[in-house]
Every structure is written in C-alpha cells, then in structure tokens.
C-alpha cells in the first residue's frame, strides 16, 4: 500500500505552489483557466445561435396584430328581430380562409340589456362556437344559434343554452361612420355580457377563468386598435 | 486498450465454404475479381470499423421464445421510413403557400405520375404507423419489457409516441381543405385550453391570434424539418438502448435453473 499523501497547501497562489497559473500571481491554475474558457466560448457560440432562432419562433407571440374596420351596410340593411348575415375580412393574406361570417341585428333595447355606447348599437355575434370554434348558423325558426360539430345550442343574444360551450358567442366592436356600419375588432363577453379581451374558444371567463386563461399580447380588448 | 472479441456470425457447418486444396488452385477471372471486391471492402473497414459495429448490432443473441410480436418495433420504424421517403418526394410538388397549398395537393393526387399512389402512401402510412406503435408499446407493456434496465427506452418511446402524434396534427393541416382547416382551428383551440400557459400555446402554434397564411408555413416547417430530425435522432438513441441492453425473453418463459446448483440446494 503506498503511503498516504497529506495534501497541504501552503499558500492558494499557483506560482508559490510551483504550478503554472493562469496569470503571473493568480490563484487559478492555467488548466481551470483553459476548461472555463471553452466552455464559456462553447456557451456563447450556442447562445448565438440559439437565441436569435428561439426569438425568431416565438416573436409572433408577443407582436399585436392589428384588427381591420369593414364597412358591412347602411344602417337600415339590419332589422332588431332577426339577424343578417356579413362576410367581412380578418386577414387578407389567407384568400378565403381569411373570411368570417358575422351575424348582425340592430340593438333592441327590449332585449338588450347591457349598457349601451357607442360601440354596440348594432349587435355584431362571431360565429365561432365558444366549445372548439367550429362555425356556428343562425337557425331563424327556433331564434338560436347551432353548433354542427359538438351540438352547442345559443340563444338569441348569443349565450349559451346548451352544449358543451364555456361562454356566449364572442361579439365585434360596431359604429356609424361616413353613414355607413362598421365591424371591427372582436371581443369576449362572460354571461353577463361583460366584454373582455379576445380569448379563443374553449376559454371560459366566468369566476376564476379569467385569470386562468389571460389575455395575450398579440390581440387585446378596445375598438380604436 | 485489448481489442473487443465479437462473436463470429453463426454460419450452419454445411453452409462454410471448405477451403481449396492447394494443388487444385487456380487463378480464374472469377477469383481475381473476388479479390478484388475483399480487398476494396477490407480497405474501407480497416478505416471505419463498421464490420465491428455491424456485428454488435446485428449478431445479437435473443433469448428463447422471441417470436412474431418482437417485429412490431422495427415495423413501425419502417412506417416511419415510408413516411420519411414518400414526405421527401411530395415535398417536390407541394407548397406551403395558403393560396396555392390546396392546388398544389390536387396537383399532386390529378394530374403528377403516381402522385395518387405516393400521396396514398403517405397519407394511409400515417395512420399505420399510430397503428403499429401502439401495437408495440402494448407488447412492450404486456411483456413486461419496459423494466429494469430500460426504462429509459420506454421513456424515449413515450417521446417517439408524442412526436408522432405532433406530426399526424401537423400534417393534418397540409391539404389545407375544409377538413384540415377546421381540424386545426379545433385542434389549436383544444391546446388553448390549457390554463395559464395554453392562449400564448395556442398563439405560438398559429404564429399569432388567428389562423393566418404563417400558420400553414410554421405547421410546414414542424412537421417538415423539426419533428423528422427528433424522431430520427431519438430512434438511433431507442435501437442503441436496444442493442446495449438485448431483448427480453416473453413472460411465459421462465428462467432456467443450473442442475448444479439444483443439486446444491437438496
């Protein structure tokens, strides 16, 4: 067995040691210096790589992506009891894909109970079913709306009576401009008829829903965007 | 470092070649470039050592009673393969490009030479390869194959599993008809629901707050590029860990004692 070797140093400076040091004087030895000094360069050299790409991929989810106004009629091209169809144009870089159906009515205040502004004096519902946004249809004999995919059934206003959807057709902003009615950007309603910002479907925005399902940089709640 | 002794391929003795005896010897054309062919391949595995690593990887010993349900595994790497090969040659005529993607499809299955054929095989190959890696996953399971030490191997085939689910979503989208589009929308629309994290999920997947023309060129990229070269790199890890590890033998086989020790124990 060979003698057990006590390692005392005697001082923690390599050149006192008889090591050679990274620096004249240094306590690192030069063999530390050069490990850490490739990884660092390893590591940098990654992160160049990596970082640009990763910003790259996940940039679009921080960008806002701004909501178009169509002009959809004249005033009087919508009724209060019934709902009318409009195609208008979320993105134009898409072809058809980029189309919507909006349903339209004029507001009726016998029925409309939320508070009115300037925003909502035409009732403009999306017709992404709020279960997994399948497209809705207005079914005018029995005033709701159907879901074909999962069987979510809508009432008149939008909210829902049936079905798997977690809260009321989402709704657009609609004004009065150079005599002619707009549809602008979306927004989200909880069962009171709240608005929130846009959420995608399956989000539902009653009690803590909210809060778990935030809004997102790329499309937040407001007309003027 | 003492050279590793392989074992030699197990040849049947009425099957090895009996040497010539030398007054028989004669250099025929035939011998020449038999020669020839050995010595260009002996130059190459001097240098490369696969002969070595091919005899690691395929001479393996199993164990008695491996039978038909062993072949599911490479089955469905060879689906994988399918889809690799025919994914390569759509990619001549497709394109990722919402205004063009749907014409470029029908282009493909009316009107391209076994466009229909090659797209049938990618199209039916997906659904074999779900198919067949469940079947595996169930045999691995059922056999007990999943136990110390590979463990890591089923983890690695939980990841093949999740990443082939991503690339049947993915691809999903690629014909970009009514069924895709809409398959997608719910699809994003399922991930959304995830609390906290799944709006910014469902964003990065679409590259914004609604489906848009990147979103078929981001689903493009991921199904194209990023999941064919993970599946790719964790099956090499999966066949590795097979190799290293060897196969389980099924679970009505049950070990043999040594009669020695049998005899020890009385």
């Known amino acids: 067995m060979p003698p057990k070797r006590k390692h005392v140093t005697k001082s923690k400076y390599t050149v006192d040691r008889q090591i050679p040091g990274a620096f004249e004087g240094e306590t690192i030895t030069r063999r530390r210096f050069m490990t850490g000094g490739a990884h660092l360069g390893g590591a940098v050299a990654t992160l160049a790589i990596v970082l640009p790409a990763a910003g790259f991929a996940f940039g679009p989810v921080f960008e806002k992506k701004d909501q178009p106004w169509n002009a959809v009629g004249l005033p009087d091209d919508f009724p209060d009891d019934t709902y009318v169809p409009v195609v208008v144009t979320l993105n134009d870089n898409i072809g058809q894909g980029g189309k919507t159906t909006v349903y339209m009515r004029k507001r009726n205040p016998e029925i409309d109970k939320e508070p009115e502004d300037e925003y909502n004096k035409w009732v403009a519902l999306s017709t992404r079913c709020m279960h997994l946004g399948c497209p809705v249809r207005f079914v005018a004999a029995s005033g709701r709306f159907i879901c074909p995919c999962h069987g979510g059934v809508y009432g008149f206003r939008g909210e829902v009576t049936g079905g798997p959807p977690v809260r009321p057709l989402d709704r657009f902003y609609t004004k009065l401009e150079r005599g002619q009615v707009w549809v602008g950007p979306r927004y989200s309603v909880n069962s009171e008829l709240e608005r929130f910002s846009p959420r995608d479907p399956g989000e539902p925005l009653d009690g803590i829903g909210q809060y778990l399902y935030p809004s997102r940089p790329t499309i937040r709640v407001g007309p003027n965007q | ?266």
């Open chain 2, 1 to 266: 470092m003492p050279k590793l002794k392989l074992p030699a391929p197990p040849i049947p003795p009425a099957l090895k070649p009996t040497p010539r005896r030398p007054h028989e010897h004669q250099h025929t054309a035939a011998d020449h470039a038999k020669e020839a062919g050995i010595g260009a391949i002996g130059w190459v595995d001097e240098r490369l050592g696969a002969s070595g690593f091919g005899r690691w990887l395929l001479f393996r010993k199993v164990p008695k009673g491996t039978n038909w349900f062993y072949t599911l595994g490479s089955a469905t790497m060879f689906a994988f393969l399918n889809q690799a090969i025919t994914g390569v040659f759509l990619a001549m005529y497709y394109d990722p490009n919402a205004i063009n993607a749907y014409e470029s499809v029908r282009y493909i299955s009316n009107e391209a030479f076994l466009g229909e054929f090659v797209r049938g095989m990618h199209k039916w190959g997906s659904s074999v390869m779900v198919i067949l890696i469940f079947l595996h996953m169930a045999r691995t399971f059922f056999f007990g194959a999943y136990k110390y030490p590979r463990e890591l191997n089923w983890v690695i085939g939980v990841a093949l599993l999740i990443l082939t689910m991503a690339m049947s979503f993915t691809g999903y989208l690629l014909p970009f008809d009514q069924r895709s589009y809409w398959a997608t929308v719910v699809g994003v629309n399922i991930n959304g629901t995830g609390p906290l994290v799944g709006p910014y999920l469902s964003d990065f997947l679409r590259g914004g707050p609604d489906f848009e023309a990147i979103t078929l060129s981001r689903f493009y990229a991921i199904h194209m590029m990023m999941i064919p070269g993970a599946i790719a790199a964790l099956i090499g890890a999966h066949l590795y860990l097979v190799t290293k590890h060897g196969t389980t033998a099924p679970p009505w086989y049950k070990a043999e004692t040594d009669p020695e020790l049998r005899t020890e124990k009385e």
